[in-house]
């Protein structure tokens, strides 16, 4: 069976990496010992690798299910980069070409074959009766949220994949998705047929992406200054309708930039090409619906706008997602809009089907809680997939803000008024029009006579909208989980209405600079001019292999070579995304540009600050056959800095679960002890407990522990008993 520490060799010398990042070496243990598996990680995360490197050491064919072929074709072009046989089958082939690949596959020439649902299952059973006369070993389902009704992107192809178990009873499926939530984590595995497939989450933080949510009052002026302040840049604006994407990508044309018009309802050819000039860098913003996006590889996109709020947190998150997949600083900005969701609140109805209905509009209300906080935006978003996060993350526009406070008592009072005068019979768009003395159809004739109409017209519409956002948030008023949420008092409000409680109220907000973002590591210095040039060569490399530019080199490999500024070849297998074949490859036109820069500049090289991760030896080692890597020491040495395990989760960006897993390994080989972290009672308890039913099930212990015993606690016990043993 091939090991772990061959996987880290085929990782350095393949794709140029010196480390696995998440839990990419856990997944590919998994998948090297031949077990299914389900693989949740962030968009950038880097799923793709966790498939690739056992293809790389698997005898035989890894096949990809892949929904989108620019995906694929990505995919392909990155690895043929790397020196590695990988090839395509979809549409975009003539016969002549399909014929030809399908040779190959026959003929073992190939390690990697993407195909999409409906051609793996194109006439039955017939092509995957041709793979089962060819050497099959691995079956990667990306893209697996496709295959549930609950999710967000539901393909009903991906449900015929459950006869890839039937067919290939022995060949592990790893099942790769960014987002899931635990119903659409169960449908998966339900129907795909997996066998106690192993569950891995990474954690969902993007470090380097900055959240920000404005008002979508004057939407095009805002946009016009933002895009002016980052003309250089790569980006896509996300907008819910056709009409509205060709709209503003005219308007932003017409007013000199470099935008282009992205959606279902273009002819193919359109589409195509809108998106190959994206990706090549020939134009900078791609103004689309949701049916952009969904694989696209570009590292380099570097802020993702919506200017439409979107249906679900599932849906935004992997939207954002596509900024900033190289991993340098990028931002994600939301134009937000009540009205907008009001509109929404129509599509989500599904006639004769209450229960997808109801799930529907509660996404919907969980998106408009994100886009209305007062609170770390963050922290919302990774609390909204089981993880836990820091109360402020200093990366969102909620904790870089400065609000000005001012007594809100007067404001308060009417706006509590307002709600009870109405009933508490409704939402906030119509009482913030009813207190502005709104002459609308909508404001019922009865309710234009009563003393609290028109008392806040001096107020306008979007800070009467700040206001009761705060309110609801400070406990003064709550609001309904309905189809169309209304507004309620709480004990607070009478208080507040007998003048007995003043209530500040957040006037203004000034939003600074993120000067370092939470879990990202410090940026690098380098030379930016350099930097263009290296730019400038790639697009030049790029254009005459005709691929994308960042299949050449990412933006991050760019910046590591204009700060540690290599001399030699050698030098450059030291620069991240730099393997075997890429520095044999364009290592030498990339140094060349280099010298001669540093001779420019009289600069000497700084590579030797560049230093892959090693790991330090532990006092007493972990058991040699554990296989494990330097993240564990990574993870030990911040635990006896004093930190938690939910701090060092928050700082490494893993998830808890992780750490404890990490830390119970150290327990187990002598380093650390379970009474570092369970107390000496519950220690006695488990003890007991383990003697009676063994160690050999957690869920048995759980069972019949205390509510006050948690997994980790067990976790702990048991990693020192079986290191004793």
């Not at 880290?8 to 990419?24: A, P, S």
């Not at 978003?381 to 089981?386: I, V």
């Amino acid at each position: 069976m091939p090991t772990i520490q061959q996987a880290q060799q085929i990782l350095k010398h393949k794709f140029g990496y010196d480390n696995f990042r998440l839990e990419q070496e856990h997944v590919i243990e998994c998948i090297l010992q031949r077990k299914d598996c389900i693989v949740l990680m962030p968009t950038g995360g880097g799923k793709s690798l966790c498939y690739q490197v056992p293809a790389l050491l698997f005898e035989g064919l890894t096949v990809v299910v892949s929904p989108l072929i620019s995906l694929m074709k990505d995919q392909v072009d990155a690895l043929r980069a790397n020196g590695i046989n990988a090839a395509f089958l979809n549409s975009s082939l003539t016969s002549e070409e399909q014929t030809q690949i399908t040779r190959q596959v026959y003929e073992g020439k190939l390690k990697l074959l993407y195909v999409a649902p409906e051609r793996l299952l194109q006439g039955g059973d017939v092509f995957l009766n041709f793979l089962k006369d060819c050497r099959v070993a691995l079956f990667a389902i990306d893209e697996a949220h496709c295959i549930s009704s609950w999710g967000h992107d539901f393909r009903p192809e991906y449900l015929q994949l459950a006869r890839l178990k039937h067919l290939f009873p022995d060949v592990p499926v790893v099942a790769l998705t960014a987002t899931a939530d635990k119903l659409v984590r169960k449908d998966v595995v339900d129907k795909l047929e997996l066998k106690s497939p192993q569950v891995f989450i990474s954690s969902f933080n993007r470090a380097n992406i900055t959240y920000y949510v404005e008002a979508k009052k004057n939407l095009f002026d805002k946009l016009l200054v933002y895009l002016a302040e980052h003309k250089d840049e790569s980006g896509i604006i996300y907008c819910l309708s056709r009409a509205g994407c060709e709209t503003l990508a005219g308007d932003l044309r017409n007013a000199g930039f470099n935008a282009i018009a992205y959606h279902a309802g273009l002819e193919k050819t359109e589409r195509d090409r809108a998106q190959e000039k994206f990706i090549r860098d020939e134009i900078k913003i791609v103004v689309a619906t949701i049916a952009f996006g969904m694989g696209i590889d570009k590292p380099n996109v570097r802020f993702v706008i919506h200017a439409d709020i979107p249906k679900n947190i599932e849906g935004y998150y992997q939207e954002t997602g596509r900024a900033g997949r190289d991993g340098l600083h990028s931002e994600a900005i939301l134009y937000y809009s009540s009205g907008d969701v009001m509109k929404l609140k129509k599509f989500v109805f599904i006639n004769n089907n209450a229960e997808q209905t109801q799930i529907l509009s509660r996404k919907l209300d969980q998106m408009a809680k994100y886009a209305t906080l007062t609170t770390c935006r963050r922290k919302y978003l990774l609390n909204y997939f089981d993880e836990s996060a820091p109360d402020n993350c200093g990366s969102c526009d909620v904790c870089l803000s400065k609000f000005d406070l001012v007594d809100g008592t007067v404001i308060a009072q009417k706006a509590l008024s307002a709600v009870f005068r109405l009933k508490e019979n409704f939402g906030i768009n119509y009482t913030i029009d009813f207190l502005r003395g709104s002459k609308a159809e909508k404001i019922r004739e009865e309710h234009k006579l009563l003393k609290t109409y028109g008392v806040g017209a001096d107020i306008s519409k979007e800070d009467w909208a700040t206001y009761f956002r705060d309110l609801i948030a400070k406990g003064f008023l709550q609001q309904t989980e309905d189809e169309f949420p209304k507004l309620r008092l709480t004990p607070k409000s009478s208080d507040v209405l007998q003048g007995k409680t003043t209530v500040q109220l957040a006037k203004s907000k000034v939003v600074e600079e993120p000067t370092r973002v939470y879990g990202e590591p410090a940026e690098v210095n380098y030379e930016k001019e350099l930097f263009s040039r290296l730019k400038e060569l790639r697009k030049m490399i790029a254009d005459r292999e005709n691929v994308p530019p960042y299949i050449i080199l990412s933006d991050a490999g760019l910046i590591e070579l204009s700060a540690y500024l290599p001399q030699s070849l050698s030098d450059m297998k030291k620069i991240s995304g730099f393997g075997d074949v890429k520095v044999q490859r364009y290592g030498k036109e990339f140094l060349e540009q280099v010298l001669e820069y540093c001779k420019m500049k009289n600069l000497a090289s700084r590579i030797s600050l560049k230093q892959p991760k090693r790991e330090k030896k532990a006092k007493r080692p972990i058991k040699a056959d554990a296989g494990y890597s330097s993240t564990y020491q990574a993870t030990l040495d911040m635990h006896r800095q004093g930190l938690s395990t939910a701090e060092i989760a928050a700082q490494r960006g893993m998830s808890p679960q992780t750490i404890a897993n990490h830390l119970a390994q150290f327990v187990e080989s002598g380093d650390l002890k379970a009474s570092d972290f369970v107390s000496g009672e519950k220690i006695n308890q488990l003890k007991n407990l383990i003697d009676k039913y063994g160690y050999m099930s957690l869920k048995t212990i759980k069972e019949n522990a205390g509510d006050d015993i948690s997994y980790d606690d067990i976790k702990f016990v048991v990693s020192e008993i079986k290191g004793v043993s």
